[in-house]
């Protein structure tokens, strides 16, 4: 085994060593940080960067603490983000302007979407990423197999592994997107996006995956007291008036903290945003991560302590419109950020419908507009409520945050086409027309490229047969990824698409993607029987092509395809072909069934006609085909057509 690189020393002049021995003699000793920064490699260039991007922060922090610029958490509690505080106000007011800290906002996999109140703790999180600070949203595909107790009397349904799996691919996707619209809204209001600005979405299944029990019972579990978590009102609450606190669920906030700790060691995260019904965890939290770091066995990695490295939290308002009802809840049912749950028209009419009472805070909470926007827009409104004009800022941004801007426009004119008289006509023609989600080709791609705002939706139904086969290629076409079954053979061949699966596995031994991570593998040509290997849970199997086309497929009985009445596309008997085949065998038919008619029989023959004339149309009626047509569609056209010339002739002669 080789010595570290401070304990070699070189050979003796002349003598002689092997090949390995001298690149371990040359290479470059490794440059590490413990607090708060990854383990890296810093050569002179990457070093130079840092050193230059703390400068920046010291002249920054001088400015501010001189009175020449706003500090970031007095813009937080200006804006009203700032609830219930895990620390001193003041403290974190230093903190912040002294340092370039980290912050996180959780977000547990329980449902298939993001909602609207997921936005109000993530809004901060997006101010802080804008000013500088490291940001990172973290998706608990570890912790939301267990599900938050917090407020809760009665415990949450168990979810199956596959459905929190299912549920993980959506929300990274979601906040993908969320992230992307953030750096577009950046440039648009003036932020200048330099070489510290560092954002990232993690997961916290995979170090908890790694992580031994025993550590965990070591560093925190041995320390822990168990008096003040059971002191907390929702615990009590749970143990009294509900359904009891399983160990599970007694865990979570030690998870949750477990989780601080991780991230502050590897990325520098030392600020928890959450909820308002978050307080308790992130007090919880802070507790354990001091205990962990106290732990620690190995006096040379114990971090240090103090004002400027201690874990700090703080929770964002709950939101009540002006009759005290929840924000964001509708006859029960959440305003979901995905499209196609919730479609952008709908959530640009949802903020237009809020109340003028609550349209000033809603502005400061949900948009990045500055403070004299926000009281110019609404001094306009009061001066002329009927417009709206506040309303339609709020909704406007909120959309363009969510979906992007051209949704935003797009909804707009919708909105006004509908409900403005005066201008609906101008509006109206100023939309611009979507193209229709479909299967992508190389053209398609070309000219619509896919982005995440115009990505189509991510979940859809096929039936088992098309698996039972295995074709991947058909599989493909099916999921609407490739526009023909030789367009996706040939995607397979180059490996343009990827299966979520456990990478560096071959197709035999592949046991599908880890139920807690999101890892992908390219999309190869395997024998059709290995397609199983890559069905998540017998129910599930998730396909990807470029970085944001995603399809989560749900493999449903034959049976109740069948009774679903839908196809897809290259589903059997449903060809273009075999429609004209039908066509023409029904034409056919028609001829022999009035040649064999009684053309004596005035009564019946004027039927026979009314009949004809309802069922073949007027006489200059003509069948519609598909614009691009094979030679053997062209052949069948010609067959149905000279078909009908002669049925039109005996009808004539009649």
């Given at each position: 085994m080789s010595l570290p690189v401070v304990a070699r020393a070189w050979p003796p002049p002349g003598a002689q060593i092997c090949r390995r021995c001298a690149k371990q003699l040359l290479q470059r000793p490794q440059r590490r940080t413990v607090a708060g920064k990854a383990f890296a490699k810093y050569g002179p260039k990457y070093q130079a960067k840092i050193d230059q991007a703390d400068e920046e922060w010291r002249q920054k922090a001088r400015r501010i603490e001189s009175g020449e610029a706003q500090s970031t958490w007095d813009m937080l509690e200006e804006r009203g983000?700032?609830?219930?505080?895990?620390?001193?106000?003041?403290?974190?007011?230093?903190?912040?302007?002294?340092?370039?800290?980290?912050?996180?906002?959780?977000?547990?996999?329980?449902?298939?979407s993001l909602h609207v109140g997921h936005l109000v703790p993530l809004m901060p999180l997006f101010w802080m990423y804008l000013h500088g600070y490291r940001?990172?949203?973290?998706?608990?595909?570890?912790?939301?197999?267990?599900?938050?107790?917090?407020?809760?009397?009665?415990?949450?349904?168990?979810?199956?592994?596959?459905?929190?799996?299912?549920?993980?691919?959506?929300?990274?996707y979601q906040l993908k997107k969320l992230w992307a619209n953030v750096d577009s809204q950046a440039r648009r209001f003036g932020y200048t996006k330099t070489w510290a600005w560092?954002?990232?979405?993690?997961?916290?299944?995979?170090?908890?995956?790694?992580?031994?029990?025993?550590?965990?019972?070591?560093?925190?579990?041995?320390?822990?007291?168990?008096?003040?978590?059971?002191?907390?009102?929702?615990?009590?609450?749970?143990?009294?008036?509900?359904?009891?606190?399983?160990?599970?669920?007694?865990?979570?906030?030690?998870?949750?903290?477990?989780?601080?700790?991780?991230?502050?060691r590897s990325q520098g995260i030392q600020m928890q945003i959450g909820g308002s019904d978050q307080y308790g965890n992130i007090v919880t939290g802070v507790d354990?991560?001091?205990?962990?770091?106290?732990?620690?066995?190995?006096?040379?990695?114990?971090?240090?302590?103090?004002?400027?490295?201690?874990?700090?939290?703080?929770?964002?308002?709950?939101?009540?419109?002006?009759?005290?009802?929840?924000?964001g809840k509708s006859a029960g049912n959440a305003v979901w950020l995905d499209r196609f749950q919730t479609p952008t028209f709908e959530l640009y009419g949802y903020f237009m419908r809020r109340p003028d009472a609550d349209v000033d805070r809603l502005l400061r909470l949900f948009t990045f507009l500055p403070l004299p926007e926000i009281q110019k827009l609404v001094a306009e409104h009061a001066a002329d409520?009927?417009?709206?004009?506040?309303?339609?800022?709020?909704?406007y941004e909120v959309v363009a945050l969510v979906h992007g801007t051209e949704a935003a426009v797009e909804a707009r004119a919708r909105h006004r086409a509908t409900y403005d008289k005066a201008a609906g006509g101008a509006a109206l023609s100023a939309v611009d027309g979507a193209h229709p989600d479909g299967a992508e080709t190389d053209k398609t791609d070309k000219v619509h490229p896919t982005t995440l705002n115009n990505a189509p939706q991510v979940d859809l139904q096929l039936p088992a047969a098309l698996f039972e086969e295995g074709k991947v290629a058909r599989i493909l076409y099916a999921a609407g990824l490739v526009g023909s079954v030789s367009e996706g053979n040939r995607l397979a061949i180059k490996k343009g698409a990827y299966v979520g699966a456990a990478p560096g596995q071959t197709a035999p031994t592949n046991k599908g993607m880890p139920l807690t991570q999101l890892d992908f593998a390219p999309v190869h040509l395997w024998y059709p029987s290995d397609t199983k290997n890559f069905i998540i849970d017998g129910k599930y199997m998730v396909l990807r092509k470029g970085q944001h086309n995603v399809r989560v497929i749900e493999i449903v009985s034959d049976e109740a395809w069948a009774a679903s009445g839908r196809t897809y596309p290259g589903q059997p008997y449903t060809g273009k072909v075999r429609q004209l085949r039908t066509q023409l065998r029904e034409l056919k038919e028609g001829l022999a069934k009035d040649a064999d008619a009684d053309a004596?029989?005035?009564?019946?023959?004027?039927?026979?006609d009314g009949a004809n004339s309802s069922e073949h149309g007027a006489d200059d009626g003509k069948l519609v085909f598909p614009v691009e047509k094979s030679q053997q569609v062209r052949s069948l056209e010609a067959d149905i057509q000279r078909q009908r010339a002669a049925l039109r002739d005996k009808e004539a002669s009649e």
């Open positions: 983000y700032v609830k219930d505080v895990a620390g001193n106000r003041d403290d974190i007011r230093t903190l912040l302007t002294q340092k370039r800290i980290g912050a996180y906002v959780g977000i547990d996999p329980t449902a298939a940001a990172v949203t973290l998706i608990g595909g570890a912790t939301g197999k267990i599900g938050d107790p917090t407020d809760r009397l009665q415990s949450r349904a168990e979810l199956k592994n596959a459905v929190v799996a299912m549920n993980m691919v959506k929300i990274h560092k954002r990232g979405v993690l997961q916290n299944g995979h170090w908890w995956n790694k992580l031994p029990m025993l550590e965990v019972l070591q560093r925190l579990g041995a320390h822990l007291r168990v008096g003040p978590l059971l002191s907390r009102d929702s615990v009590k609450r749970k143990l009294t008036q509900g359904d009891g606190l399983s160990f599970a669920e007694f865990s979570y906030p030690l998870m949750q903290a477990w989780d601080w700790w991780h991230m502050y354990a991560f001091k205990i962990i770091r106290s732990s620690e066995p190995n006096p040379a990695q114990m971090l240090p302590t103090g004002l400027l490295h201690d874990p700090v939290g703080f929770t964002v308002p709950l939101l009540t419109d002006a009759g005290g009802a929840k924000f409520p009927a417009r709206r004009v506040a309303q339609h800022a709020l909704a004596d029989a005035d009564a019946d023959t004027a039927g026979h």
